[in-house]
């Protein structure tokens, strides 16, 4: 069978640029993978992209180049907005409501700490609204609270989130994803959510989405450098189903093998730069299987992340991402040859 891919994007604040450039390689540079990408997800920064991935027209570039425009000014969200807009953006009726199901934006629930995931959408006005939170951060986050994801659950005051409709969110069942947008409902219950990254730096892709789907290789792409290339994706990716999450991980484990295997992973990032080797300290994990190096390259990195930098240096991050894409993945091939072989 054709592989069928899943395109994962981890928190990236303003490093968002190099996953962009990532995408404009898959989708446009190389047709033949874009061709091959039926799912997208992401978190924080990568959630921004990832929705515009899924429901910005693949037929020319150049709303995506647009985008990517507005993205180097800073203006990301705001652009993905006016592409939403009827009658003067680009978004079609239908790509929206393909995108319930096939979107997967991660968030943190400021309750419990915990990761979720938005994937449901009644209309534009809630994919944007589960963006935002996707990408929120909280007055009272504290620095070190990145680094702490994964690891213990961090709450974060209700009135400091955005308030999503919970009718967008994977509640653990696999009714949840039937790929239908729920009905709209101003008067649905509501919870606050923050920024996906202060719970796992990658987005929990639901299994029964991914088994539905028959996603075969989950892509992800980080710009912080550390291991590239095939892994098998572990099952701190995933958000079980409600019937399956008690159950002891071997036996969700073993369960999935009985159903084919996990799909194989794929990791995008920069390369590492030397730095790290002189550290006698093992990659750093960030949740959702996600490990970078602690390096000079990724403290720049995520000084770029977090204060932003020039529109021109932020294009040199596009252009990066869109190298490292060609380099890992276009110039060896096409799907079949690349992901079959790992």
């Not at 968002?16 to 190389?30: E, I, M, P, S, T």
């Not at 979107?103 to 959408?121: D, I, K, M, N």
């Not at 009714?175 to 947008?181: E, H, M």
Request: glycine share 10%; proline share 8%.
């Amino acid at each position: 069978m054709p592989p069928r891919l899943l395109l994962s994007l981890s928190g990236s604040g303003h490093l968002l640029c190099y996953q962009l450039g990532v995408v404009r390689a898959l989708l446009h540079d190389a047709p033949k993978w874009g061709a091959h990408m039926v799912a997208f997800a992401g978190t924080s920064g990568g959630a921004i992209v990832a929705a515009a991935a899924a429901l910005l027209p693949r037929e020319t570039p150049s709303a995506l180049d647009r985008f990517a425009e507005a993205a180097f000014r800073g203006g990301a969200f705001a652009q993905l907005a006016h592409e939403l807009e009827p009658g003067c953006g680009s978004v079609r009726a239908s790509s929206l409501a393909d995108a319930s199901g096939s979107l997967f934006l991660g968030a943190t629930a400021c309750e419990t700490g915990e990761p979720a995931t938005l994937c449901r959408f009644s209309n534009a006005e809630a994919l944007l609204t589960c963006v935002l939170a996707s990408a929120a951060i909280p007055r009272s986050v504290h620095p070190l609270d990145v680094l702490l994801a994964g690891g213990r659950p961090l709450r974060y005051p209700e009135h400091e989130g955005i308030f999503v409709p919970s009718s967008c969110a994977w509640a653990g069942d696999e009714a949840d994803l039937d790929g239908a947008p729920p009905a709209a409902d101003d008067d649905a219950p509501r919870r606050a959510h923050v920024g996906g990254g202060l719970s796992s730096a990658l987005p929990r892709l639901p299994a029964t989405a991914l088994e539905r789907l028959r996603i075969s290789t989950v892509l992800t792409v980080s710009p912080a450098a550390g291991p590239r290339g095939a892994s098998t994706l572990c099952e701190a990716s995933l958000l079980p189903c409600a019937r399956a999450a008690s159950a002891p991980a071997d036996a969700r484990a073993a369960a999935a093998r009985a159903r084919g295997g996990l799909p194989t992973r794929f990791h995008v990032c920069p390369a590492r730069d030397g730095s790290w080797a002189r550290l006698p300290l093992p990659p750093l994990s960030l949740g959702g299987g996600l490990r970078c190096d602690w390096s000079a390259a990724n403290a720049r990195a995520a000084a770029v992340a977090v204060l932003g930098a020039s529109p021109a240096a932020l294009r040199d991050w596009f252009e990066r991402g869109r190298d490292d894409a060609a380099e890992l993945l276009v110039a060896r091939g096409s799907p079949v040859d690349v992901l079959l072989s790992v």
